[in-house]
């Protein structure tokens, strides 16, 4: 497991500098790759076609906010300290891991691309991040989230494309999704109970809301059912609004699913929770089912 600082600690170079010699350097680094490679996949809203432009818009922008900086020196000592000094996002994953996994990934700490990441086996954290100047321990958590990200990609060994045409991929993607994220917010859950720390995130004051919970099970439901239910039926523009519900506005992938992953654990144990991790992403959604 490597904690890899190089981008952070070279952003915080380029801020205090404006030397765009910085940003060739930042963008030859691992980090670097890996976050353009999961905007490649995923960011269709970002059309920069080489790491280097995806490190100069990131940085540029981030120049813009005046505390950037001071932001970014505070959370990378705090994530040193915390987080690579402590090992504690992988103590903590390998609690939702099967029992023989063995991370041989790196995460990265970045300056300015999404509030973290992960692709294919590796995850990110961005510490320049508006939720992280709130409080320095959502860090903590998030980098359990996106660790836990790290696992379970590695352990399915693919991530779904968003190149589909038809319902059944549709389908197959809130599927994949489901799983990932209900398990990669599930894995902090109780940390964050121990920490007294559930009113720090959205998703997690929803969870805590039993009604609120119920309708968003619903509508989850609602939009899983409409793609399964018609496989062969073809996408049409508008059918892509529902990753945005899913995703961005009730994110019913993040609390519904973590309500699955907890459900899953209380009924059937952690041991099977964990197992469903390298079967196809249908049968988490499945075991739901019959533990309710």
Known sequence: ????????EQALRYL?????????????????RHIFAHSQAYRSD????????????????????????????????YAKAEIAGKNYPEKICLQYLPRDFEYKASMYFTCGYDIGVAYNGNASLNLAHGNFEKDQRELKYYSVHELHHAGFTAIKKEMPTLNITSYAGMA???????????????????ERRKDNALNNDRDYTALSDNKLMKEYETQYYAIYSKFKNSPDKELAADDWNCLSEMSDGKRLWYTVD????????????????????????????KQYGVSK
């Open 1 to 8: 497991m490597i904690y890899d600082f190089t981008f952070a």
């Open 16 to 32: 205090g500098s404006g030397d765009n010699g910085i940003l060739k350097e930042i963008s030859e680094t691992d980090a670097a």
């Open 46 to 77: 970002l059309k920069l076609s080489t790491p280097y432009a995806l490190v100069e818009y990131l940085l540029k922008k981030a120049a813009e906010k005046k505390n950037t900086a001071e932001v970014l020196k505070k959370n990378i000592a």
């Open 172 to 190: 197959r993607i809130i599927e994949y999704f489901t799983h990932l994220e209900g398990m990669g917010v599930y894995a902090p859950l109780e």
């Open 258 to 285: 973590a309500m699955m992953a907890e459900k899953i654990d209380r009924t059937f144990g952690r041991e099977h929770l964990v197992s469903l991790i390298a079967q196809p992403s249908e049968n988490f959604i």
